[in-house]
């Protein structure tokens, strides 16, 4: 958003530590005149816990596509429409987990590089 990161350091841990108890810092300072609207969706979307963050992408695009029409841009129809979802199923013993968890980590990767997400959910028969 404003070029800079928002936590920046040489030490991981640090980066981390910030990442983990810090709000981010306020890029208006860095973009003047950002809508303050902006901010507070940027705010929502990066908040610690996950319970004050946006439920979905939906309505997160709900606010912005209300800050677009305020500050008078159209939203383009084909970045609005609702993603195609592909499921399957990965069946394997407890041996395999660690194989499993790096073939999802690869393929997760992958499809991040293209663009697209990759959801995974764990569960026992």
């Known amino acids: 958003m404003t070029g800079v990161k928002p936590f920046d350091s040489d ?3 640090e980066i981390f530590e910030a990442q983990q108890h810090q709000e981010i810092p306020d890029p208006r300072i860095l973009v003047p005149g950002l ?3 902006f901010y507070n ?3 929502t979307a990066t908040q610690k816990d996950p319970g004050r963050r ?4 939906w309505e997160m695009q709900f606010d912005l596509r209300r800050l677009a029409a305020k500050i008078g841009i159209k939203a383009q129809m084909e970045a609005l429409k609702k993603p195609h979802v592909k499921g399957f199923f990965i069946s394997y013993q407890a041996d395999q987990q660690e194989r499993i968890d790096r073939l999802v980590d690869d393929f997760s990767y992958k499809v991040a ?3 697209a997400s990759l959801r995974q959910i764990d569960f026992e028969d």
């Open 11 to 13: 030490d991981v841990g």
């Open 35 to 37: 809508p303050v609207e």
């Open 41 to 43: 969706i940027l705010l």
């Open 54 to 57: 946006y439920n979905s992408i």
């Open 113 to 115: 590089k293209i663009g």
